[in-house]
């Protein structure tokens, strides 16, 4: 149980951690800007990791309109929060902050396993988490599941001291065994990670999802995380130009606008064995393609990239301040595909019923957004009076 608990708690820190500033990467992608653009931007990066203290808001969604099979869909999931990190946590930023790759994540959690506790420990925030579904998608979910899922959802939570505090009001309708309560619950994470960290236990994880065998979800969680942590890996493939300066609530920023040449990149070698090495860890599931059914598939891609890709468009703005000390105040990551002409194609080519291309606009379109603000301002952050506290030792003593 302690194990589960650990690499619960553990997946879940490394999740929120790549939404937070203490990882920012020292130094973002130039191309082929201007010396002094780039040293702007590197600048800005690097200073980003010495902030303690800040607030941010973020906003993640998707919107789906005119697919075949799919109901239009518009999802939703807002951020809002403030964070502080203690002596221990800035001590161990310089650690994580260096994550590049999975093995980098691997390594850290068999060698330096007291790193990722210091963080925690030492990490600070006071957030609320807000979902927004839809009546449709929560309709769907709802008869998948058997719970009533709601259209609107928000999540309060808060760290302090290594206890992760819970408002549980609006989520435990959705959770055996929970159902009638309400309020604030505190998990105490830091004592169980620091024990499974001191017997190992989080180095026998990391082998295990770097070797496949442990869960699926979990060692996809992992690798999504180093995937993140790594835009180096996507950089044959990207080009970038200074944008406009703009105001951000009364600070000058300098804008900076990444592409991304997706048809290079899924029919580059680099993105085939990337697909071939998730498929072999079983992160894909039981019936994951084979590594033959991936070089057809990508092949055929390559084949049809200028027909796939038409209409699509995957761009990153990163924004900084211009008066020193600079700082990343913004950074959105947009996702857009126009699928109108190529369902109009599919149907005509006979590949797709022509009652299924439809006649108005289809399109997939994802967007992430982060703005960081009051940066090294002191934020009030405290834990809730009346929780209910989960102690480690009831925890760790659960089959």
């Excluded at 506790?117 to 006071?126: A, E, K, L, Q, T």
């Amino acid at each position: 149980m302690r194990s589960k608990l650990a690499s619960l708690a553990l997946v879940f820190i490394l999740l929120l951690a790549s939404f937070s500033t203490a990882l920012a990467q020292e130094a973002l992608f130039c191309g082929d800007l201007e010396e002094a653009d780039c040293a702007l931007l590197t600048t800005a990066a690097v200073n980003l990791q010495s902030v303690s203290s800040y607030q941010a808001s973020a906003t993640y969604s998707v919107d789906l309109a005119g697919i075949p099979g799919l109901p239009d869909t518009a999802v939703a999931v807002d951020v809002e929060g403030a964070f502080s990190y203690g002596e221990s946590a800035q001590a161990a930023m310089s650690v994580l902050a260096g994550l590049q790759t999975q093995e980098d994540l691997t390594n850290v959690m068999v060698e330096s396993p007291e790193a990722i506790v210091d963080f925690y420990n030492g990490w600070s925030f006071d957030m609320e988490i807000s979902a927004s579904l839809g009546e449709a998608l929560a309709g769907v979910l709802s008869a998948d599941t058997g719970y009533a899922i709601p259209a609107e959802l928000s999540v309060p939570l808060v760290l302090q001291e290594g206890v992760l505090y819970v408002d549980v009001t609006e989520i435990a309708p959705l959770l055996d065994g929970m159902q009638d309560l309400t309020g604030w619950i505190g998990f105490e994470f830091g004592p169980v990670l620091a024990a499974a960290a001191e017997q190992g236990l989080l180095a026998d994880f990391a082998a295990q999802a770097d070797g496949g065998a442990g869960d699926a979800a979990t060692a996809g969680a992992l690798a999504g995380v180093a995937l993140l942590s790594n835009p180096g890996a996507f950089e044959p493939f990207m080009s970038i130009e200074r944008g406009e300066d703009i105001d951000l609530d009364g600070t000058e920023a300098a804008t900076f606008v990444t592409t991304l040449d997706i048809a290079s990149l899924i029919s580059s070698p680099e993105f085939v064995e990337l697909v071939k090495s998730l498929a072999a860890s079983g992160v894909l599931g039981e019936g994951a393609p084979s590594a033959a059914d991936i070089d057809q598939a990508l092949a055929m891609v390559g084949m049809m990239g200028p027909v796939l890709f038409q209409g699509l468009s995957a761009e990153s703005v990163t924004a900084v301040g211009i008066e020193e000390p600079s700082y990343v105040l913004a950074q959105s990551n947009s996702f857009n595909w126009d699928l109108a002409g190529l369902l109009q194609m599919a149907a005509m080519s006979g590949a797709l019923p022509p009652e299924m291309a439809g006649t108005g606009a289809a399109s997939v379109d994802i967007l992430a957004e982060v703005i960081n603000s009051a940066l090294n301002e002191a934020q009030e952050i405290e834990a809730p009076a009346d929780a209910l506290i989960v102690p480690a030792e009831a925890m760790m003593q659960q089959p």
